[in-house]
């Protein structure tokens, strides 16, 4: 037996199997029990696209990625350092991302000739050498598994439906982790259903915990140590599941019941999950007809005096944006949440993309600005979501949040915020009816919220052009022009409320990346490496999208060259270019998938200096200047 | 949790007319029939004992649609065909206002017909003025769906091709728990029926036969020229009989289709709000065969949505107590020190 | 004037069912109802007398509108609930063509309810299979249009609120000339009602129960455990009888409202397709009151929409020669030397 | 008796009264005498925007504004040189507008008590001496009508009825135009319903005329001597019969019956009338239930073989996001004509606007460009049609046509063209099922057309992104890649068939004006007005607003400043910025109406020679290189 245990900086572990292995499950459990033990963790989800595919095909893998790490971690990593697949399916389709001389734990069982056949394989990999650049552990988990179970109450199909707890044992061997958290949360989950399938759980996870200290297949066991991070409680949150809590936070600091028009539709709909199960916080969820009365019913609910949001993807946004005019004119607070997806048309709905920035901007008839903000990453979802509302309310505007399905599935910790320290949301009814006007603007150039129910309010609007003080029907050509530029003032106005824009990394040099949404984890880390390597490289990722921050153009002069990644094929640095005139690099990937940290490596390389002057110290965090990403 | 403002609501008792007359323009052309449901509506707010407040009416597009502007209440003019869907974000987040909805043919059965449809069998408390004339008014005289068959219009100098539909029949059809029929010059006739849906507790839509003088002018006078043959009157608990001094009545045949029988024959249907199935068949005469019935086809009680809604909010409340703090720190979680 | 290829179809006498199963791999569940109706409709086209290349089927966004994928003919498979819409677009271009819709109960009642709606009424030349599970399949389990008061689905975790609406009623509503219902799952019956669809004249909907194992297993149980009990198969002519034996039949009271009777009452309705008034009450018949309706509720023959359209093209151009030199010419002009 | 002729170059004049006088009617008689007559024209009609606004009041004012000229005009435009104003308010709505010295004719019938009261005038102007800046011509219309008429059997309502041609005889007069055309027309549309009535307006219009030449109130009568236009013969032609036209026209040059899947709207819905009308050609209009069944009906069309088009305004393209999608997704050939009016919301439905351009580039989620083209003129407006449908049939692909409310019912004399001699749109549907793919590309990039009803064809395609072959489902990351690419190089690949950009007037020099759509009369008026002062100015007037012709850059190279007037707050401008990293000047107007000459002459002040060198010989036609106009 042996008792190495080497110690490892970070590692990138994917889970991958038939859609029904549980392999979400596996994972989940994994980051949890990871981050409990301090580490830094950032995890991809990957979904297959149908609901039940046949089980063994390809088109049935389910995977899920976790990067662990003894300092802070910002992707989920590029190639994984160990795969664990169920069967021939899984190994297929994930073989190619693995890190050459990596660790492959299969399921031998996985790969008879029915799963070879379904997988599309004339001959197992297994066998056939065609494995060789990797370190290979078969083992038959099945049937490891239904040993283990010998004696539980248990039928053979129940019993192996534990296999991925016999896999995460062996798993969790392999990484010196303990298994309470777990066997707790099979406690918590199977215990009163039934208790049966919670011993045959947990026997399996102590079985494969066991089969790996026993066995003489690993040369030693890895540890990755704590990793420093912030101080505080934390917990793993999706960006869906972020987004319903911002929500829910931003109208308790606001003071006013929740709102939610909505139509289902994929990756989105869980944000309506989780609100449907708070009707005890006061929130209303509306499972409208479709995306426009999803955006309408919102309309009439704000009007109301609640804190009204919509959410939606692609088609959904470009079927709401009639509806977006009208909150606009009538301008009324509104929080439209768009969870991007591969497009175009019903394009890859499970698949992530960022390419609905112009249309979020741009795609309403008319002049009809409003702002835009995107979340850089799951946990920042639950401050974006509380800044649009914010935004929408001071502004009295309808306000988009550009989510993305990375962002939406994906799970990072997030540190539980103190309620109390969250500064309230100022709302101010209009209930004085003397001088009362509709479209007269206070300092914001925000008309007054006058709800109906107030007496001495009564007024009528709507989405015919107004006069710009009484809200009558105004066909005046002067007024309108004045109306126009008058919306599009109050939208730039919104920047006026921004904090100075935060530069990560290096507050000038050679090469400055911009990027928005999703893509912050993976600059991030290709930031980091660059300066480790000794080059001067920053970093601005933008949550305001529209308006852009003033203070842009001059943070981009003190650059060599910008770049601007993005999961599209260039909208920001158009963007970018119409608003500063400035000639950025543009750098697209149109995959349905994030970066890799070695995309943006390379992207840069052509920019960068040939010998960079010196190694830099990277201290934790590495920010230019320090506000915190939070909602200040 | 929230904290609408807390408002001393004015007196209704001491309401007329005149408080729902606003100081704007009536910009409808001279001879509209959209004056006259004013007129009407304009008498009957103040019998119903709400706050002036508390009444907001909500319309699409369309000359119609105008009718808030004409209303000295809180008003929104919205967008074409939306307005029962915003109504019904407005009734949700809030059940205290008295929300009515102002639409046209088009608005409501054209661009507008699903959320018509979904308000309905949701059974949200909204009262809906469906201003039908059978036209596109505004948009200055295309045929609408409620056009007749062959009518010619700018859109179809040759005729329509396009079967109507009945506002009716598709609510008895969406599940509707209450739909009236009226004609819009009528004003007895009208105040009756839009009495009794102002005070129906969910979803009530009166279909308003509304002339338009400029684009579809007589499109009704067929139910005006000989009344007592062409118009069926229907009231709760009556025989179904129409003509000179009730002369004739309706009947149904094995088949279930509709028959004229002697006003004093045994087998004479009686009208009952309740029946979804007799009000279907009232819904489906028309002249020349049978009269057209004019009253309430059908008014059923069952639970508004809102209510619903709200009692669901009222229970999980009353069962979970909403503690954010909480909500935040709950499921799996961990401190780093 | 139209250039379209002129072709040689191909023989029709020849097509079996193997001949419209593709090689795309069916991805439904293992256990989906979808299966059992793929199935059904693959042995019906070839019985109908139409070369293979003349089918175009047409679907929305679900599980259901998969179904064209899996269909050896021309297909497409488009956008969330704008099936009806396309496919008239494509039957008033090619009335040549046989099209068929395929949509779930989400996709054709929540955001397409008005396209549906507006086919029925139009009477357009489609056939309609609605596949209705009574959830949302494709997103993961929300509820539907059709599903009960009080389901529990994630989007509704303390249960549905909303009244459900009944395919069928609405389509009566909006004047279909043809609507049906049959279980999914059994062959039989869906083959005998898709086989009058398929040889209607103008739009022909059949709503097909179709049990999702996934997020609503066993919704239409209640219909297949006492068959005899709980469905009432209608057919033209004959009495309305259901219950062992056909001891019990449906008969209507004065007030319109039906009433079960002994199978042997004088009274007992005869099942009529040409009723409209009929088919709404027996569409409202449900358990546990009374049996579920299934087989064809009406059907009547009246001009589809695209044989009016293209009668009066013919006829324009029987009347007025389409001389484009002479309309760009027409008007007042003026000759600049 | 003064029987002198004064010869002017050019002329403006406005008919106003209420919307029931008949003022429409009046300037259209008046410009097609007018050009008959060999002058050049322009037009401009308003409307109110009630249907029927009260009689007599502000709102219900209606104007025609005519510019005639002996060269060249583009606009109809500034300032009229003579009002015709048939009551109070008429005259106070269009008083402002008129030349310092001006001419009124004025309706004196129309200042009684009621009509100054439903003006809003507590005094008549006629009285008041507020007219002394103007020549003023106060003449009782009504009465000297209804004198006119004594004898007829006309009652006197109907009577009155006829004022209006009074007036215009009054005018022909002046103007020293025959009166044969009218009363022609007058018969032709009276003349068998209503005998009385042609003959109560053939009696009045020749009042008015001898009524002009006996009275002393006009010094002299006035000519305009012919212009030189381009021979050939010639109609007036509003801008929505032009598209009604040219969509005819594509189809019978493609073979294809056309299809208009559509849903009435403001100033959109005159296409949809002029084209039911055409049944006989074969023409299906299909009247929808919304603005989405539009689209998509049309898309079916398409797919079964149509040439199918669909026409709207903003909010309804606004719907139409998401179908235009799912068109260029199943890459369809489709022609969408948005008439672009006041916005956002329900806005000024009534009013002129270009609002729309980037909603039409950008409103739809997901990478998915199109081609975008905008005419310039009313007749333009036919020519783009039949080149939008080339691009749609050429490319596979959805075409966004902008037009506006102001070219929709403006009217233009159009040459109209020999069939003969436009070059067909050749079509080439599939029919050979060998080695057929839905997907494969021609040298277009476009994917070949394939109607149900062939034999061998059978296939499936739709809204999920499909293989970059055979048109399968494909959720594989490098096929969406290069799906995505591919159909952005499509829509690129239509920039190589424009022709080299035309530049009017200098080809380089101190300032060139780009613009787009209806602002081209504008412009061009200005651009002639600074040549003839002495400066180098040059015209980009851009039809095709996407993708951007490849040489503007070069073309802007060759002037010191490029000014970019639009009726937004600058939406080409930006598209040019972003595009061409170029600083262009942009100068907006937002009120509902086109630009005025003047202030396009302001907008280039501060950007001009302050010594031009030499004043420029104006040559017919100014045009640098002389490509026509016209669909070449
Ligand atoms: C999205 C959109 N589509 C179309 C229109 C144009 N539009 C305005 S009102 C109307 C129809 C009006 O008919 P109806 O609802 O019957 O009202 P009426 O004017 O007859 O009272 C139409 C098509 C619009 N304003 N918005
Ligand atoms: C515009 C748009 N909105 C929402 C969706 C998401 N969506 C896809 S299918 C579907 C509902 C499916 O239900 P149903 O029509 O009943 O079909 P089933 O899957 O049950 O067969 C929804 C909401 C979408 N694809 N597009
Ligand atoms: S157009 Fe018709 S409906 Fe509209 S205001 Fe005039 S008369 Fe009334
Ligand atoms: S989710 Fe339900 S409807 Fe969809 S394929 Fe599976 S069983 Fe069928
Ligand atoms: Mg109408
Ligand atoms: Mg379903």
Redo the contacts with the bound molecule.
């Keep these: 037996m042996n008792k190495n245990v080497e110690t490892l900086d970070s590692v990138v572990i994917r889970f991958a199997g038939d859609s029904g292995d549980g392999m979400q499950l596996t994972g989940t459990q994994f980051t949890e029990t990871t981050a409990l033990a301090g580490n830094d963790v950032a995890t991809f989800p990957d979904y297959p696209a149908e609901i039940r595919a046949p089980a063994g095909t390809v088109a049935g893998v389910s995977g899920f990625q976790i990067q662990f790490s003894s300092h802070e971690v910002f992707t989920p990593g590029d190639a994984p350092d160990v795969l664990v697949a169920m069967n021939a399916a899984a190994l297929k389709v994930n073989l190619g991302d693995v890190k050459k001389g990596g660790t492959l734990i299969v399921n031998s069982a996985g790969f008879d000739k029915k799963n070879l056949e379904k997988a599309g394989l004339a001959r197992s990999p297994l066998e056939d050498g065609s494995l060789a650049a990797y370190r290979v552990i078969a083992l038959d988990v099945t049937a490891l598994t239904m040993k283990a179970l010998e004696g539980t109450t248990l039928g053979r199909k129940a019993a192996e439906r534990s296999k991925n707890f016999f896999a995460l044992g062996l798993v969790y061997w392999m990484f010196t982790r303990p298994l309470e958290h777990t066997i707790d949360w099979i406690h918590a989950k199977f215990a009163k259903k039934s208790p049966e399938v919670a011993e045959a759980n947990i026997a399996a996870l102590k079985a494969g915990h066991v089969y790996g200290e026993n066995a003489e297949i690993f040369a030693h066991s890895f540890v990755v140590p704590p990793a420093a991070i912030e101080p505080g409680r934390y917990k793993n949150l999706s960006g869906n599941e972020a987004i319903a809590l911002g929500l829910v936070t931003a109208a308790q600091l606001a003071g006013l019941d929740l709102f939610l028009g909505t139509y289902p539709i994929t990756p989105a709909s869980d944000i309506l999950h989780h609100l449907a199960a708070l009707r005890h916080f006061g929130v209303t969820t509306f499972q409208a007809e479709d995306e426009i009365a999803g955006v309408v019913s919102a309309i009439g609910a704000s009007y109301g005096g609640a804190l009204a949001a919509t959410t939606t993807s692609g088609p959904g946004l470009a079927l709401k944006g009639e509806g977006m005019g009208l909150a606009l004119m009538m301008e009324l607070p509104l929080v439209v949440i768009d969870v991007q997806r591969g497009g175009p048309s019903t394009g890859l709905p499970t698949k992530t993309e960022q390419a609905d920035l112009l249309q979020a901007i741009f795609g309403r008839h008319g002049e009809s600005p409003l702002p835009v903000l995107a979340p850089s990453t799951p946990a920042d979802c639950f401050w974006t979501a509380i800044e649009a509302a914010r935004i929408a309310i001071r502004h009295m505007t309808p306000v988009i949040v550009l989510s993305d399905g990375y962002l939406a599935n994906g799970v990072e910790p997030f540190k539980i915020p103190d309620v109390a320290a969250i500064p309230r949301i100022p709302v101010h009814f209009r209930t004085d009816p003397s001088g009362f006007f509709p479209y007269e603007r206070d300092e914001h150039l925000a008309r007054p919220w006058a709800l109906p129910g107030t007496p001495g309010l009564e007024h009528r609007i709507g989405g015919l052009e107004k006069h710009q003080q009484t809200g009558a029907i105004s066909y005046d050509g002067d007024n309108h022009e004045q109306m126009v530029r008058t919306r599009a003032a109050k939208v730039a106005k919104v920047a006026e409320s921004y904090a100075p824009t935060e530069v990560l990394g290096d507050a000038s040099g050679e090469v400055l990346f911009v990027g928005w949404g999703s893509t912050y984890g993976s600059i991030r880390q290709a930031v980091r490496t660059l300066r480790a390597r000794g080059h001067q490289v920053g970093q601005v990722h933008l949550r305001n999208l529209n308006p852009l921050p003033a203070d842009l153009a001059a943070i981009f002069g003190r650059y060599r060259k910008v770049i601007v990644p993005e999961l599209n094929l260039g909208q920001l640095s158009f963007l970018l270019r119409g608003k500063l005139l400035v000639d950025v690099v543009s750098h697209t990937k149109v995959q349905g998938k994030p970066f890799k940290e070695s995309e943006l490596l390379e992207a840069a390389a052509p920019h960068l200096a040939k010998n960079p002057k010196e190694k830099h110290e990277l201290i934790a965090g590495d920010r230019a200047h320090g506000s915190e990403r939070a909602d200040a | 949790m929230s904290s609408l403002p807390v408002i001393a609501h004015t007196d209704p008792s001491a309401l007329t007319r005149k408080d729902f007359v606003p100081s704007a323009e009536v910009?409808?052309?001279?001879?509209?029939?959209?004056y006259s449901i004013l007129n009407q509506v304009q008498k009957l707010l103040p019998t119903l004992g709400i706050p002036r407040e508390n009444f907001a009416f909500v319309s699409g597009i369309?000359?119609?649609s105008?009718f808030p502007f004409y209303m000295e209440t809180f008003g929104l003019h919205t967008i074409h065909g939306r307005a029962p869907a915003i109504a019904t974000g407005l009734k949700l987040a809030r059940p205290d206002l008295d929300v009515w909805v102002v639409t046209?043919d088009g608005d409501s059965l054209a661009i507008g017909g699903n959320h018509f449809m979904h308000a309905l069998r949701r059974n949200v408390g909204l009262k809906v003025l469906l201003?039908n004339?059978r036209?596109y008014?505004?948009t200055?005289?295309q045929y609408s769906p409620t056009s007749e068959l062959g009518k010619v219009t700018k859109s179809a100098p040759l005729g329509s091709i396009d079967y109507p539909v009945d506002p009716v029949t598709l609510a008895l059809g969406a599940g509707a728990t209450f739909i009236a029929r009226a004609m819009g010059n009528d004003g007895p006739q009208l105040y009756d029926v839009l009495a009794r849906a102002a005070r129906h507790n969910a979803t009530a839509p009166t279909e308003i036969y509304?002339?338009?003088?400029?684009?579809?002018?007589g499109a009704f006078d067929q139910y005006t020229e000989n009344k007592a043959e062409a118009q069926l009157r229907m009231v709760h608990g009556q025989p179904l009989r129409f003509g000179k001094d009730g002369d004739k009545g309706i009947a149904i045949d094995q088949h279930g289709r509709p028959i004229v029988v002697p006003g004093d024959a045994p087998n004479v249907l009686v009208h009952d709000e309740q029946s979804d199935v007799l009000a279907f068949l009232l819904a489906r005469l028309s002249p020349p065969e049978f009269p057209q019935s004019f009253g309430v086809l059908r008014a059923v009680e069952r639970d508004s949505y809102e209510a619903l809604a709200h009692a669901q909010i009222a229970a999980a409340k009353a069962k979970r107590k909403a503690d954010l703090q909480a909500l935040l720190g709950s499921g799996e979680t961990w401190e780093v020190r």
Excluded at chain 2, 210 to 217: E, H, S
């Design positions: 910009k409808w052309c001279p001879g509209c029939v959209d369309g000359c119609s105008r046209g201003f004339n036209i008014g505004l200055k005289g509304t002339n338009c003088v400029i684009f579809n002018d």
